[in-house]
């Protein structure tokens, strides 16, 4: 049987002889600041809330200028980004940390958005993600998942774009 992830050791997944377990690998949530956000964050906080680990909160913004310094985690382009997140965060009381990516400049194919995304995560220690099916180009769920096939980057889950709901006008009686 072939496979592209090597199998699982059973030391891989053993308690250290301290006694304390090892910290959980967090779960990725990407946020490119577009509607289809908040589906993305209600299922990456589900699987962290299952799996006991920690939320990364990738907060995707537009390719840096030449010689420009990039934006911390902590700044407000960042917060902006995050804006539709945090509200459903904090209703279901979980913590998370910021992180930033930058989209690539100029044209390096379909996959390097993605394969730098995914650098992003695996730097975070990042063992899920959850990306949006209809995310911007190269930063969809489809592009995400084949990038960390061919690179071995964690598993990629897809979450599913915000239902379309038509807007009903209310009629006036005269």
Known sequence: MS???????????AVPASGRSRPRRPVAAVLADRLDDVPVVEAAARLAAARGAPLLLIAVLPPLP????????DGVTVRAVLGRALPHLARAGIGYEPAVHHRPAGRG???CAARSLLDVAIA??????VVSRSGPAGLDANTVMEAAAIRGGPF???????????????????
């Open 124 to 129: 975070h220690g990042c063992s899920r993600m």
């Open 66 to 73: 030449p010689r420009a310094v990039a934006a911390p985690p």
């Open 156 to 174: 990629v889950h897809a979450a599913p774009p915000v239902p379309w709901v038509p807007l009903t006008a209310t009629r006036s009686s005269v």
């Open 109 to 111: 194919g379909r996959l």
């Open 3 to 13: 496979s592209l992830r090597p199998p699982c050791s059973p030391a891989a997944n």
